[in-house]
C-alpha cells in the first residue's frame, strides 16, 4: 500500500524567502507525481505534473523534483509571496491510476 | 475552456437521508474519479468511473454508488449519510489517467 508523508506539516516564513516542501513515499512504482495547491475550503489547483520517466518540471517561480530511487520529491519555491500561503499537497499516480495524496503542508507566507 | 464542474457547491443533509452528487469532466477528459476529504485531512479515493463502469474502489461501504453517463459526465451517491459523512467531496478528470488530473471546486456536504 503507497503511504505519502509530507514534512513540515505546516511552515510559516517571511516574505521573499526561498522554500522547499518536501514529499515521501514508499512505493517507486508510480506513474507520475503531481503537486497541488488548496485554498481554505476550495478544490485543488494543479502546479506540477512530473511523469515518471521525467526528473523535474519547472513553472515560474515553482520547481519540483522527483527522485524515484529514493522515493522522494520536492517542491521549491523562490521568492514567496503571501498570495502563496495554501496547503500544498503531493499526490502520486499508482496502479489502476489511483491516486494518493499526503497530508499536505500548510504555508503561510508574511508580510 | 471549461474545466471540471461541481454541483451543488453547498449541501446541508439529515442523517439518514441520501444524497447525489454530481460532476462535468474536463472537455476531452473520459475518466473521472471521486475524493472525500475531511476537515485538515488529505483527499481519500473513493471510486474511479471510466467507460460508464467503475474501474477501481478505494475502501468505502457500499454505501458510496457513482455512475458515469455516455457524456462522460458522472454522480455520486451516498445512501443513509451519517455524521462522518460531512466532508468536501472533490471530482477530478483525466484522459486515462496518465497525464495527470483537474479537479474541480468541490461540493462541501454538511450531515446534521
Known amino acids: 500500500k503507497q503511504e505519502v508523508t509530507q514534512i513540515p506539516a505546516a511552515l510559516s516564513v517571511p516574505e521573499g524567502e526561498n522554500l522547499v516542501l518536501n514529499c515521501s513515499f514508499t512505493d517507486s512504482a508510480i506513474y507520475n507525481l503531481q503537486w497541488f495547491r488548496q485554498d481554505p475550503g476550495k478544490g485543488l489547483t494543479s502546479l506540477l505534473l512530473i511523469q515518471s520517466s521525467q526528473r523535474e518540471q519547472t513553472s515560474g517561480r515553482l520547481n519540483a523534483s522527483l527522485d524515484k530511487s529514493s522515493g522522494r520529491s520536492t517542491l521549491y519555491i523562490a521568492a514567496s509571496q503571501p498570495g502563496d500561503s495554501a496547503t500544498y499537497l503531493c499526490?502520486?499516480?499508482?496502479?489502476?491510476?489511483?491516486?494518493?495524496f499526503g497530508t499536505g503542508t500548510q504555508l503561510k507566507v508574511e508580510l | 475552456d471549461a474545466g471540471v464542474t461541481q454541483s451543488p457547491t453547498h449541501l446541508i443533509k439529515t442523517r439518514g437521508q441520501q444524497v447525489t452528487l454530481r460532476c462535468s469532466p474536463k472537455?476531452?477528459?473520459?475518466?473521472v474519479s471521486w475524493y472525500q476529504q475531511a476537515l485538515g485531512q488529505g483527499p481519500q479515493f473513493i471510486f474511479q468511473?471510466?467507460?460508464?463502469?467503475?474501474?477501481q474502489r478505494g475502501n468505502f461501504p457500499d454505501r458510496f454508488s457513482g455512475h458515469q453517463f455516455p457524456n462522460y459526465s458522472s454522480e455520486l451517491n451516498v445512501n443513509a449519510l451519517l455524521l462522518g459523512d460531512s466532508a468536501l467531496y472533490l471530482c477530478?478528470?483525466?484522459?486515462?489517467?496518465?497525464?495527470?488530473?483537474?479537479f474541480g471546486s468541490g461540493t462541501r456536504l454538511t450531515v446534521v
Open positions: 468511473y471510466y467507460e460508464e463502469e467503475e474501474r
Open positions: 477530478a478528470s483525466s484522459v486515462g489517467g496518465n497525464y495527470g488530473y483537474t
Open positions: 472537455s476531452g477528459h473520459d475518466t
Open positions: 499526490c502520486l499516480t499508482g496502479g489502476g491510476n489511483k491516486l494518493t
